[in-house]
């Protein structure tokens, strides 16, 4: 059974910095394309940033562009997420998701919980 887990979530202060996880269990990551998102209180969810399967292609919402960046470790089956010059309206819970196509397309396959991001002073 393939499982998502995300980590790394916590408070940090307007210009930080935090670098979230996502851990696949039950299945090869190199399978997957891994997208993270992010839903904000009475926000709908939206996506933040993908990274294909092959790793080769990043996709990055306008906003996060510059500040966020992708990488994936296949042999620790690990996708981060490092989140630079962080602003309070990228407070949110923030999920990844696993895609098996494996190129960033909807539907997303699996899911994580969710880990709490909150950028405040």
């Known amino acids: 059974q393939v499982q998502v887990v995300e980590s790394g979530g916590g408070l940090v202060q307007p210009g930080g910095s935090l670098r979230l996880s996502c851990v696949v269990s039950g299945s090869t990551l190199e399978n997957y394309a891994i997208g993270w998102f992010r839903q904000a209180p009475g926000k709908e969810r939206e996506g933040v940033a993908c990274?294909?399967?092959?790793?080769?292609?990043?996709y990055y919402q306008d906003s996060v562009q510059g500040r966020f960046t992708l990488s994936r470790d296949n042999a620790k089956n690990t996708v981060y997420l490092q989140m630079r010059r962080l602003k309070p309206k990228d407070t949110a819970v923030y999920y990844c998701?696993?895609?098996?196509?494996?190129?960033?397309?909807?539907?997303?396959?699996?899911w994580g919980q969710g880990t709490q991001v909150t950028v405040s002073s």
């Open positions: 998701a696993a895609d098996s196509e494996g190129i960033c397309n909807w539907p997303y396959d699996y």
């Open positions: 990274i294909t399967s092959s790793g080769n292609t990043t």
